[in-house]
T-cell receptor, first 114, second 114 residues
């Protein structure tokens, strides 16, 4: 079945460590996104990518980095510069970056900093 | 800029009660409007959408009508079930320049008790 796979589902990190969250899609979608979800704050956009080898910062990109070397993959690295990284991270994709189409979401990755 | 305002939760209803979750928006141009649902520990799933004024989106007994005159997209269901317990997000996406992301409301948590 087509869909978006995020891994790991749960991740624990010590302060000062970088961690990378995986996101893979087999929907043949051009655009991919990373959102952060915190209780009571909804979803906030971290980074998005409209095509391979191109990506743009979202509203809260500081302390995060991404790459888009393949169409189906959009990993997110949470660096030690991110001051409050404990959150639920959601990856999404859409067929085209513009237009009225909806986003399709993965199951999420929960990162906890110890 | 774009913004979405949802009624604050949590909302607690008895089974078979009528549900309304209010959503209003601010946007330039003619956005598409969405309702997403998030079950505990999972990602977001598209519940319904509407792409132009007066459109009605519907799915699984839920409905919402795109009201341009009141800039609203309220979610309704005539008879809720325990399985409807989840967090509901209203979102918009512009179709013109800069329409690369969804803008989300903060979410409304619904609990349905038997």
């Amino acid at each position: 079945d087509g869909g978006i796979t995020q891994s790991p589902k749960y991740l624990f990190r010590k302060e000062g460590q970088n961690v990378t969250l995986s996101c893979e899609q087999n929907l043949n979608h051009d655009a991919m996104y990373w959102y952060r979800q915190d209780p009571g704050q909804g979803l906030r956009l971290i980074y998005y990518s409209q095509i391979v080898n191109d990506f743009q910062k979202g509203d809260i990109a500081e302390g995060y980095s991404v790459s888009r070397e393949k169409k189906e993959s959009f990993p997110l690295t949470v660096t030690s510069a991110q001051k409050n990284p404990t959150a639920f991270y959601l990856c999404a994709s859409s067929p085209a970056p513009r237009g009225a189409g909806e986003l399709f979401f993965g199951e999420g990755s929960r990162l906890t900093v110890l | 800029g774009n913004s979405v305002t949802q009624m604050e939760g949590p909302v607690t209803l008895s089974e078979e009660a009528f549900l309304t979750i209010n959503c209003t928006y601010t946007a330039t141009g003619y956005p598409s409007l969405f309702w997403y649902v998030q079950y505990p520990g999972e990602g977001l799933q598209l519940l319904l959408k509407a792409t132009k004024a007066d459109d009605k989106g519907s799915n699984k007994g839920f409905e919402a009508t795109y009201r341009k005159e009141t800039t609203s997209f309220h979610l309704e269901k005539g008879s809720v079930q325990v399985s409807d317990s989840a967090v509901y997000f209203c979102a918009l996406k512009n179709s013109g320049a800069g329409s690369y992301q969804l803008t989300f409301g903060k979410g409304t948590k619904l609990s349905v008790i038997p």
